[in-house]
């Protein structure tokens, strides 16, 4: 055998390269923020669903929270390209790179990209202690208070971050509320319950069970138009309505591998994706929280990265004119 040949062997066979050895391990989906929030739920509950498909395959959720995300993607953009370490990520694949001078990844480069699993709505919430019942409440007791209040968030370019920061950027106030970062929306809002934070946009997936427990104060969904069909959140207004021209946030999730994963493994992940989003418990587990699982186009490679390059275009605009940035 030759040298070259031989080298490529070794390589391929050292990284799990082929496909029907493929998985060959337990499966990691990297969540990049703290357990128990909604980017976390979703993982957890594809998780389940990829193993069938997977061919009885353990997949399993590892947490790498911070900085908005981007420490998890970091690490799966870095990882052994051989399909078993996997990021599970939202909308902040494409928010980061307009918000952070050096991030450590690009999202168009360093990816190779599995599909899309669901669009998430988001509710503006308030802690139950705020005197506001209505949106209109609330807008006005913000601009009254703005100053001494605080918005929890996931860290800059989290999803929780976006909307908080359009929003206060489509409002005009005269005066921001002060923003404290988490390490994910799960532990946000325990604080969020207990009142030592005032505010947080966050994912229906992660709102709905505590608006529905009186645990939290809902003013209004981030949707263009609400959600006429939740059985919950049918009655909240859109921000759009209630005079935010334009504004339109629906948040999605999306699985990807680290670039130079073999084309086999990423098709195997990809069919396996597209076997799991058509689960009906699946389904039925993810409408539960308001999620809407993606039966389109962008549940395949091509299409989701189209969408992406998409999005990182419309959030450049809306994070330039709100402005904010890190290093
Ligand atoms: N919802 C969070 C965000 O704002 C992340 C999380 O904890 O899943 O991006």
């Avoid at 399909?83 to 990520?89: C, E, K, R």
């Avoid at 086999?264 to 929280?289: C, G, H, M, Y």
């Amino acid at each position: 055998m030759n040298k070259i040949l031989a080298f490529a062997l070794t390589a391929a066979v050292s990284s799990g390269a082929f496909a029907q050895d493929f998985p060959s391990k337990p499966i990691t989906l990297v969540v990049p923020f703290a357990a128990g929030g909604p980017t976390d739920l979703v993982a957890r509950q594809l998780a389940e669903a990829l193993r069938k498909p997977l061919g009885g395959a353990t997949v399993v959720v590892e947490n790498a929270a911070g900085a908005g995300g981007t420490i998890g993607a970091t690490k799966v953009a870095r990882a052994t390209p051989d399909g078993h370490t996997l990021l599970v990520w939202h909308i902040g694949m494409a928010a980061t790179t307009s918000l952070y001078r050096k991030q450590q990844f690009k999202p168009l480069e360093d990816f190779e990209y599995l599909g899309m699993i669901n669009d998430v709505p988001m509710t503006l919430l308030g802690a139950p202690k705020l005197p506001a019942k209505t949106y209109r409440d609330f807008e006005n007791y913000i601009r009254a208070n703005g100053g001494k209040l605080n918005l929890a968030h996931a860290g800059l370019g989290s999803a929780s971050h976006l909307c908080g920061l359009m929003w206060q950027s489509a409002v005009k106030l005269d005066k921001s509320m002060t923003t404290i970062a988490y390490r994910g929306t799960g532990p946000a809002m325990n604080d969020l319950i207990g009142g030592q934070v005032d505010v947080m946009c966050d994912q229906t997936t992660n709102t709905t069970s505590q608006i529905e427990a009186g645990r939290v104060k809902a003013f209004a969904v981030t949707t263009a138009k609400p959600l006429s069909n939740h059985k919950l959140l049918k009655d909240y207004p859109s921000l759009q309505e209630m005079g935010l021209k334009g504004f339109n946030l629906t948040i999605w999730h999306a699985m990807y591998a680290p670039k130079g994963t073999p084309a086999d493994v990423t098709k195997k992940l990809n069919d396996a994706l597209q076997v799991a989003l058509k689960d009906p418990e699946f389904i039925k587990r993810q409408e539960a929280l308001g999620a809407v699982v993606v039966n389109d186009n962008r549940v395949t490679p091509a299409g989701h990265k189209a969408y992406v390059a998409g999005e990182i275009t419309k959030l450049k605009t809306a994070i330039d004119a709100a402005g904010q940035f890190a290093d």
